[in-house]
């Protein structure tokens, strides 16, 4: 089966840097996605890594590692609009199916 | 905006009762996918589908069912509502078949309450 494990939460402080886990196991990977969600709204999409290494966007970077079912979200100069919960998802090859982790809540304080 | 619309934003019922849930996807986007989000839980996916046929499913009860339509909109009916029933209902659309590799883009989201 697959399973995608992330802390629940964190706390970091404005104008800092702070690195989101998120480790899964699954057959066929396919695919994973980071996905920022601020309370009682929808997810909306940060990044997206097939490759194994470092995908950058901004203050936002993703990396990969396949080999050992890793990847982290990577927030430089935090905001406190960046208080939010980060969904990591899995995609496979074996069915259509992306499967979403809990989500790690993350409070910047001032 | 995602360019997802969903209606309606609130529904409160009963316990029991039936109730359907609306979504239309980005222009263009053939393929509808729908979550449910619990308090207590993350994103539990549904059922997806692909210019309308069924493409995958998921933990989706026997009470709840799903259909698109020749124009791409989709409907999510939950029946026979029970308490734990009470959450977000997502839908997401993607441009493809959902092969993996596509980002979802998602709706605002339906709050049900189920009383």
């Known amino acids: 089966g697959q399973n995608i494990d992330q802390p629940t939460e964190m706390t970091a402080t404005e104008g800092a840097i702070v690195q989101i886990n998120c480790t899964y196991q699954t057959s066929g990977f396919n695919g994973l996605f980071w996905y920022q969600q601020h309370a009682g709204e929808a997810p909306t999409f940060l990044s997206y890594n097939v490759l194994d290494g470092l995908e950058e966007k901004g203050r936002f970077s993703s990396f990969l590692s396949r080999s050992k079912g890793y990847s982290y979200l990577l927030l430089k100069e935090l905001q406190m609009k960046d208080s939010a919960s980060y969904l990591c998802?899995?995609?496979?090859?074996?069915?259509?199916?992306?499967?979403f982790g809990a989500g790690t809540r993350l409070f910047v304080k001032a | 905006d995602s360019g997802v619309t969903q209606t309606p934003k609130h529904l409160i019922t009963a316990t029991g009762q039936r109730v359907t849930l609306r979504c239309s996807p980005r222009?263009?986007?053939?393929?509808v996918y729908w979550y449910q989000q619990s308090l207590d839980q993350g994103l539990q996916f549904l059922i997806q589908y692909y210019n309308g046929e069924e493409r995958a499913k998921g933990n989706i009860l026997e009470r709840f069912s799903a259909q698109q339509f020749p124009d791409l909109h989709s409907e999510l009916n939950l029946s026979s509502l029970e308490l734990g029933d009470s959450a977000l209902y997502f839908c997401?659309?993607?441009?493809?078949?959902?092969?993996?590799?596509?980002?979802?883009?998602f709706g605002p989201g339906t709050r049900l309450l189920v009383l």
């Open positions: 998802a899995v995609t496979n090859t074996g069915g259509f199916k992306t499967i």
């Open positions: 997401a659309s993607s441009v493809g078949n959902g092969g993996g590799q596509e980002t979802q883009y």
């Open positions: 222009s263009g986007d053939l393929s």
